[in-house]
């Protein structure tokens, strides 16, 4: 069988790492319209759960990712100055390119063709393939066919890198005479971290963020975060300000097309599914291939139905978290801690009992604050 994937990013390229291996005699190409080391971004991050996803379906892949990963125990929220250390939320991360690099090796061991600098500019362009894959991000040139709908969210955010390595996930909180921000940070190699800064639209236009350049937004959120970032500069690699994409299509394959990753629907990052998501797509997909290698149509089927629920749960997940971000000034009322549980409890699938059990330091203060009349 032949198999074109258009897009190199995690989802394409771990599927065709997936692919080669499990049928050798299959040809199976990558196409991706940047050059091999381009990305945006700095890091990315997985929660405990989504790495414990991987220990369970791919442990090869895991055993390879865990030593290039920074991992913590615990997460923390900054409001006021006042630190809330939350237990029991452990993460990991690692460099975007570090984990492309990794996925590009994959592939060219196991034989995948890898082709960079080359635009796929639509389905007639890969019409010799038996299965086409989808993994080309956000914007997509193979899911017009697929029925899609997409919006913007109102607030802003810069994705921006700085050398200052923090301990752990952080969502350090500030507010000026603009309005209200928020930066989510977290150290993705000894020396480097990520560091997402957002606020919403109202605080954007009265800060005048729209109408300043590279240079000058940079050394606005770094004079907002200053002590933050103890120092250390911010760094940009194409940190524009952007409103996050939310996107869903209505069908996910057509027999011999299939979408995967952003390319399909989007989570907002603030849950950091998105990798997680492309990866958990192309192990969902490589399955059901193997479930039924000799019917394409009844393969592509069975990866819908069976990857539709959860993929649309952390989606809707992601939806009440972007949800509660955008109501960022409101909640600058809050006190720490009444901040710090709020955040917990934002997508309505964190209960009081479920965090107490996961999170019993916290929840012990917090009620111990909330008890005495200050929460």
Partial sequence: MKVAVVGGGPAGLY????????????????????????????????????????????PETYRDLAPMMQAWDDFRIVHRDEVVA?????????GRLELLRYLQGRCRRAGVELA???????????????????????NSVLRHAFGAEDRLLDNRFAWYGTPKPFDCLTLTFRQNRDGAFVAHHYRYAPAMSTFVVECDAATFARAGLAEMDDAESRAYCQALFAADLGGQPLISNRSVWRRFPVLRTGRWQ?????????????????????TRLAM??????????????????????GFEAARRPPAE???????????????????????PYALAHSYMTRTGRMSDARLARLAPAFMARYG????????
């Fill in 116 to 138: 960079f600098g080359r635009e796929v500019s639509g389905a007639a362009a890969v019409a010799d393939a038996d299965l086409v894959v989808g993994a080309d991000g956000v």
């Fill in 313 to 335: 749960a952390i989606a809707e997940a992601g939806a009440a978290s972007a949800d509660w971000y955008a109501r960022l000034p409101a909640l600058m009322a809050l006190s």
């Fill in 15 to 58: 599927f065709a790492a997936l692919a080669k291996r499990a049928h050798p005699d299959w040809r199976v190409s990558v196409a991706e319209r940047n050059p091999a080391d381009a990305t945006f971004g700095f890091g990315v991050v997985f929660s405990g759960r989504a790495l414990a996803f991987l220990a369970e379906d791919d």
């Fill in 368 to 375: 111990a604050i909330a008890g005495g009349g200050r929460c």
């Fill in 254 to 274: 057509d027999g011999r097309t299939v979408l995967l990753g952003d390319a399909l629907r989007t989570a907002h990052f603030s849950i950091g599914s998105g």
């Fill in 86 to 94: 939350i237990d029991g939320n452990g993460f990991s991360a690692v």
């Fill in 280 to 301: 958990e797509d192309a192990i969902a997909l490589n399955r059901a291939l193997a479930e039924a290698p000799a019917d394409l149509p009844a393969a592509l089927a």
